[in-house]
């Protein structure tokens, strides 16, 4: 797993301010905003960690993926989970069999539609975010088919 503070990946994002209690209070509204700022923030991380991002928000009818990244010869199915705090519970326990199944749903139908082979490399990460700790966490291959 790997841990990174926020602090230091929005100093090099340049554009997302911290003011002293909540982190970037004047960009989130509602949970879609929440979100696509921590999928920027994911984006960020991973590429700072030597990922190549493939893309972002693959929608499929019934799955989703928040980014397809790419590590060598492996493809990574990423989930982003973004929290302003613990009081909804921790990100990763937001991944239940019915969310396991929707993001393995559109992992074989991106695989499928990329035209990659049944046997390909790829696993399923999850990120998650803690807005008010300032601090990103990346844990790799969440879970096995």
Same mark, same amino acid.
């Given at each position: 797993?790997? $841990?990174? !503070?926020?602090?230091?990946? $929005?100093?090099? @994002?340049?554009?997302?301010? &911290?003011?002293?209690? $909540? *982190?970037? !209070?004047?960009?989130?509204?509602?949970? !879609?905003?929440?979100?696509?700022?921590?999928?920027?923030?994911?984006?960020? *991380?991973?590429?700072?960690?030597?990922? =190549?991002?493939?893309?972002?928000?693959?929608?499929?009818?019934?799955?989703?993926?928040?980014?397809?990244?790419?590590?060598?010869?492996?493809?990574?199915?990423?989930?982003?989970? $973004?929290?302003?705090?613990?009081?909804?519970? &921790? =990100?990763?326990?937001?991944?239940?069999?019915?969310?396991?199944? &929707?993001?393995?749903? @559109?992992?074989?139908?991106? %695989?499928?539609?990329?035209?990659?082979? #049944?046997? @390909? !490399?790829?696993?399923?990460?999850?990120? #998650?975010?803690? %807005?008010?700790? #300032?601090?990103?966490?990346?844990? &790799?291959?969440?879970?096995?088919?």
């Amino acid at each position: 797993m790997g $841990t990174l !503070s926020l602090n230091h990946l $929005t100093a090099k @994002a340049g554009n997302i301010q &911290k003011s002293k209690n $909540t *982190f970037l !209070s004047s960009k989130l509204g509602g949970s !879609s905003k929440l979100g696509a700022v921590g999928e920027g923030l994911a984006s960020k *991380f991973l590429i700072n960690k030597g990922y =190549a991002i493939v893309t972002r928000n693959y929608h499929i009818r019934g799955g989703e993926i928040d980014i397809v990244a790419k590590k060598g010869d492996i493809i990574v199915f990423v989930e982003v989970k $973004t929290r302003r705090g613990s009081e909804f519970g &921790k =990100a990763f326990e937001a991944i239940n069999q019915r969310k396991k199944h &929707k993001i393995l749903l @559109a992992v074989r139908n991106y %695989l499928a539609q990329e035209n990659l082979p #049944a046997f @390909a !490399s790829w696993r399923c990460d999850l990120i #998650a975010i803690d %807005l008010k700790a #300032a601090q990103i966490r990346h844990y &790799k291959n969440v879970f096995l088919v």
